[in-house]
């Protein structure tokens, strides 16, 4: 178990470019979740998937974003057309399917758009 | 919807002090709860759980009962040291249509810090 990897650390863009993040969960987890955490809030919910499908989108998440799980291995999030607004910690988590069962955190990737 | 109220803070209290995070929730149906803990510099680690009213969930010396009948999960630990200086974070598991947790709502977080 090497827990939930996330890659890069910090990501640091201009406005209008293109960002993807990367999300590697514990590999016998059949979710993965990704939440946006800004200064001095508590992490929002944006999306998750079981195994490779994508069974909820929060409103947060404009059409700009798409989260991707291919295989239901790894997960990508893209954001398109960067905004100031944009930046924030995007934190990955998985766990298994069952109730009450436990998330775990990646460490997360700090986004910047300058 | 689902919603964490949390204490605001920032808390800040004397080595072996008496800790107390007040947390209410609003939900449907029957969540479960968590604490999560933030140290500086590192990713949300869970703390403690409870998955039905009446659970009392515990870890390192901090507890936290879950009170349908307040729609509270307060956080305590008898005696802080200053190594449980972080950011603590209440959160709801929603419950699907099929009946399992997924998303969470979080709190705003509470910042403890602990003199020596």
């Known amino acids: 178990d090497t827990g939930v990897s996330q890659d890069p650390r910090h990501k640091i863009t201009k406005r209008g470019q293109n960002v993807t993040f990367r999300c590697d969960p514990i590999s016998e987890h059949n979710r993965l979740y990704w939440y946006r955490q800004t200064l001095g809030q508590g992490p929002e919910f944006l999306t998750y998937f079981q195994n490779e499908a994508q069974l909820e989108k929060s409103r947060l998440l404009s059409d700009r974003f798409s989260a991707e799980r291919p295989k239901g291995s790894f997960s990508t999030l893209e954001i398109q057309r960067t905004e100031q607004g944009d930046s924030a910690m995007y934190l990955c988590?998985?766990?298994?399917?069952?109730?009450?069962?436990?998330?775990?955190f990646g460490a997360g990737t700090r986004l910047s758009v300058l | 919807g689902n919603s964490v109220t949390q204490m605001e803070g920032p808390v800040t209290l004397s080595e072996e002090a008496f800790l107390t995070i007040n947390c209410t929730y609003t939900a449907t149906g029957y969540p479960s709860l968590f604490w999560y803990v933030q140290y500086p510099g590192e990713g949300l680690q869970l703390l403690l759980k409870a998955t039905k009213a009446d659970d009392k969930g515990s870890n390192k010396g901090f507890e936290a009962t879950y009170r349908k009948e307040t729609t509270s999960f307060h956080l305590e630990k008898g005696s802080v040291q200053v190594s449980d200086s972080a950011v603590y974070f209440c959160?709801?598991?929603?419950?699907?249509?099929?009946?399992?947790?997924?998303?969470?709502?979080f709190g705003k977080g509470t910042l403890l810090t602990v003199n020596p």
């Open positions: 988590a998985s766990s298994l399917k069952k109730r009450g069962d436990i998330q775990y």
């Open positions: 959160a709801l598991g929603g419950v699907n249509s099929g009946g399992s947790n997924y998303k969470l709502t």
